[in-house]
């Protein structure tokens, strides 16, 4: 599809012995990106022509092959990260198909209740690996869309977006997770309640330019009074629950970002909290979906981070 691969890091352990020139030492200048030339995000919010209602109670066409738009990334409850369509419908994938190679069998009868997903203007979600994006031919010539080669459908009883009344059919039917598994909660990882080992990945927002969001498509921040060297998070206490910390980041779900000095800081509070370029990062709670920059600029502290791990100060 077109769509620019990103390259990965591996997260390592931070080393007692590290040297005052492995890491930066304070925002300068030097350690602010230029978001010059940045590249138009699509709109996470539903589109309207999509013939489901928009978020309405109107129940979605069976049988009938809609495109996915601009895919989003969905939080749910029960099941975590959900991948949906441009109207926050939930899309499912099917055990009975195949991946490698992407085959559906999912004919007739079955693609009446569960109508595919046609290919064609598919766009990844934000802090979605776009190079996930595919298509295979159906038996009937049309193309349907693929995530990690398992083709994609939705659920003719779902009624309005958010809904996942597909989850767990027959046993074989599951909603599907944006990097292509089926959707299920992240068990929390040592080191901090709630913490878990994510990802970390590049958006484009036409203010900001590239940067760095978490593996839901979550804007990632620096704080400003934190140091790279010696590598210290100043953010404690009541900050830490506004301004959770991105723990540590397994190199197979980071992309596109520079690997410089990618290390894991042990914080005081028994956390263990990932950096980029050595400086602490963080996400904000004010973001409420995937895209959001709520936390840009806000104390005149607090910034979105660049792929080397500078920080964007435009406003």
């Given at each position: 599809?077109?769509?620019?691969?990103?390259?990965?890091?591996?997260?390592?352990?931070?080393?007692?012995?590290?040297?005052?020139?492995?890491?930066?030492?304070?925002?300068?200048?030097?350690?602010?990106?230029?978001?010059?030339?940045?590249?138009?995000?699509?709109?996470?919010a539903p589109s309207s022509g999509d013939g489901y209602g928009s978020g309405s109670d109107a129940a979605a066409p069976v049988g009938d092959a809609k495109?996915?738009?601009?895919?989003?990334?969905?939080?749910?409850?029960?099941?975590?990260?959900?991948?949906?369509?441009?109207?926050?419908?939930?899309?499912?994938?099917?055990?009975k198909d195949t991946a490698k190679p992407s085959k559906s069998t999912c004919d007739g009868d079955c693609a009446k209740t569960w109508p595919v997903v046609?290919?064609?203007?598919?766009?990844?979600?934000?802090?979605?690996?776009?190079?996930?994006?595919?298509?295979?031919?159906?038996?009937?010539?049309?193309?349907?869309?693929?995530?990690?080669?398992?083709?994609?459908?939705?659920?003719?009883?779902?009624?309005?977006?958010?809904?996942?009344?597909?989850?767990?059919?027959?046993?074989?039917?599951?909603?599907?997770?944006?990097?292509?598994?089926?959707?299920?909660?992240?068990?929390?990882?040592?080191?901090?309640?709630?913490?878990?080992?994510?990802?970390?990945?590049?958006?484009?927002?036409?203010?900001?330019?590239?940067?760095?969001?978490?593996?839901?498509?979550?804007?990632?921040?620096?704080?400003?009074?934190?140091?790279?060297w010696p590598m210290v998070s100043k953010c404690e206490g009541a900050c830490v629950a506004k301004w959770p910390v991105v723990p540590p980041v397994d190199?197979?779900?980071?992309?596109?970002?520079?690997?410089?000095?990618?290390?894991?800081?042990?914080?005081?509070?028994?956390?263990?909290?990932?950096?980029?370029?050595?400086?602490?990062?963080?996400?904000?709670?004010?973001?409420?979906?995937?895209?959001?920059?709520?936390?840009?600029?806000?104390?005149?502290?607090?910034?979105?981070?660049?792929?080397?791990?500078?920080?964007?100060?435009?406003?």
């Amino acid at each position: 599809m077109g769509i620019k691969r990103g390259t990965t890091l591996a997260a390592v352990a931070v080393v007692v012995a590290l040297t005052a020139t492995a890491c930066g030492g304070s925002d300068s200048a030097g350690d602010t990106a230029k978001p010059a030339g940045a590249v138009a995000a699509p709109s996470q919010a539903p589109s309207s022509g999509d013939g489901y209602g928009s978020g309405s109670d109107a129940a979605a066409p069976v049988g009938d092959a809609k495109p996915g738009g601009q895919l989003a990334i969905a939080q749910d409850e029960k099941l975590g990260s959900v991948l949906t369509d441009s109207a926050g419908f939930t899309l499912y994938r099917f055990d009975k198909d195949t991946a490698k190679p992407s085959k559906s069998t999912c004919d007739g009868d079955c693609a009446k209740t569960w109508p595919v997903v046609a290919a064609g203007d598919a766009t990844a979600a934000a802090g979605m690996d776009p190079a996930l994006l595919g298509e295979v031919v159906r038996t009937d010539g049309s193309k349907q869309l693929t995530v990690a080669g398992w083709p994609l459908y939705r659920f003719g009883k779902d009624t309005k977006a958010g809904d996942t009344n597909g989850q767990g059919v027959g046993g074989t039917w599951f909603a599907a997770a944006p990097d292509g598994k089926k959707a299920a909660k992240t068990a929390p990882a040592p080191g901090g309640a709630g913490q878990t080992s994510g990802a970390l990945t590049v958006a484009k927002d036409p203010k900001l330019g590239e940067h760095i969001v978490d593996g839901n498509g979550m804007t990632v921040y620096r704080f400003k009074p934190d140091t790279a060297w010696p590598m210290v998070s100043k953010c404690e206490g009541a900050c830490v629950a506004k301004w959770p910390v991105v723990p540590p980041v397994d190199r197979a779900n980071t992309k596109g970002i520079i690997e410089k000095n990618y290390l894991v800081l042990d914080r005081p509070d028994g956390k263990k909290q990932q950096t980029v370029n050595c400086w602490p990062v963080y996400t904000f709670t004010g973001d409420k979906k995937a895209g959001d920059t709520n936390g840009q600029g806000v104390g005149g502290t607090w910034y979105a981070v660049a792929p080397d791990g500078k920080l964007i100060t435009v406003q």
